[in-house]
Structures are given as C-alpha cells and as structure tokens.
C-alpha cells in the first residue's frame, strides 16, 4: 500500500514555517506547499488591478483566473515564478485583509486540498491543521516572540538588500497576527492535536531534528 504521509505546519508570521517546511519536504520526499504565498499572490495581482479587498466581485473573478501551482518550492502563478515579489513588505502590509475574505479563502482552500490529494505534501499556513488537512496525522504548531519574530525577518531582508526597519517590520507582525487570529472564518489557532513548539531559543536544525523524530516515531516504514 503506498505511504500517505502529510504534514501541517501552522504559526505566526515569522516563527520559521517555511525554512523548516522545506527541509522536512527534503528529508522525507513531500512537496512543499506554501499556503502564504498563495494569498500573498491574489493580493499581489489584486494591488497590481488596484481590487479592494472591499470589491468582491472583481476579487473573486480575478481570484478564478489565477492558475497556481508549486515548483521546487516556489510558486509558479500563471507561469511566472514570482516567489520573490510576494515577500515584498508591500504585500505583507496588506495581505490579512484580502486573506480574511471568506470567499478568497473558499477558494485557495479547494486548490490546496486537490493538491493534498494529488501529493504527499508538508503544507504551512494558518489553518492547515484545523482546516485545510483536518485529518493530516502530523500537526505542528510553531511559535516564537514577536520580538524574535521581527528580527529574523530582519535578518532576512537585510541578507536579500532589502532596506527595512525593525520596528516596523515588528508592527507588521503584530498586527497581522491580530488580524489572523481575530477573523472570523478560519482564524489562526492551534489545533488541538497539534504539538506545539516554541522556537524562540531553538536553532532551526533542533525544531527539524524534533519535528522529524516526532515523525519517525509514529510512522512504519
Ligand atoms: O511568511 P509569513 O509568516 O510572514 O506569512 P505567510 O505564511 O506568507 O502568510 C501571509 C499571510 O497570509 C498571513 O499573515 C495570513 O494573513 C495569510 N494566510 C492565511 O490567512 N492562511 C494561510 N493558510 C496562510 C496565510
């Protein structure tokens, strides 16, 4: 019988969901799908055509034309690889709000759950483990300070060039953070049957080495 192995990650912005996603989607074949970049997309595309996340209709029109899709990592929309210009701050600032749109939400889960179907996957997001892979037999909850938070994202930037300030990068996630866990559909919380672990003084090698132990211990292979 084949193996169906999947693994949900959920957290706070920052708490180091996607370098340690990838690696686990490394050491134990999965795809990697990073549900963030897909709402950071719509709200890429959506701030291009300048749609409110107010102006539903347009919102969900463009939201059906977008045809996403995962490659080595990334995030391939409508043939563009544009994994770079979602991290943008621009998109960060504003993604929450089109990401709070149940209709939007409707929409990108469908397409990951396919996805899951389809694919052996490590998925990290939001709602993934209360949600999107309700039924997924690995959940993580991973958590850091906004303090530690903010400043890896720093670090981050500053490693790409990319000019910015600390405090506000700290206010970005803050308020983020309030929005995602205060919308009313699929607010970001911790699964009840998911582990949870705080990265704040972890080495990403030591949250790896614990998420993949916990995993091997649970599974025949
Ligand atoms: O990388 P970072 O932790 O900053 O955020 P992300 O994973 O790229 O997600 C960006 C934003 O998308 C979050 O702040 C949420 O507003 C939204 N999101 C969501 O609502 N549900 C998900 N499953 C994933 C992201």
Redesign the pocket.
Known sequence: MELRLSVAI??????G??TIAKILAKRFNLMYI???????AV?LRAMEENIAPEDKERLLDLVDSLDMHFKNDDLILNNENISEQ??MPSI?NN??????IPEV?ER??YL?QKMSEKYNVV??????GTV?LKDAPFKFYLTASAEE?ASR?YKEFCEKGIEVNYEELLED?KR??Y??SH?EV?P?TKAEDAIEIDSSNLTIERVVDKMADYIISRTKL
């Open positions: 959920d957290g706070p912005a920052g708490a969901k996607s990073n549900t963030g970049a897909m709402y950071r709200t979602v991290c960060s993604v929450s709000n089109y990401a709070a939400r990108l889960v990951q998925m990290d997001g939001r709602d993934i999107v938070r994202r996630i983020r953070d929005i995602d919308r699929n970001l």
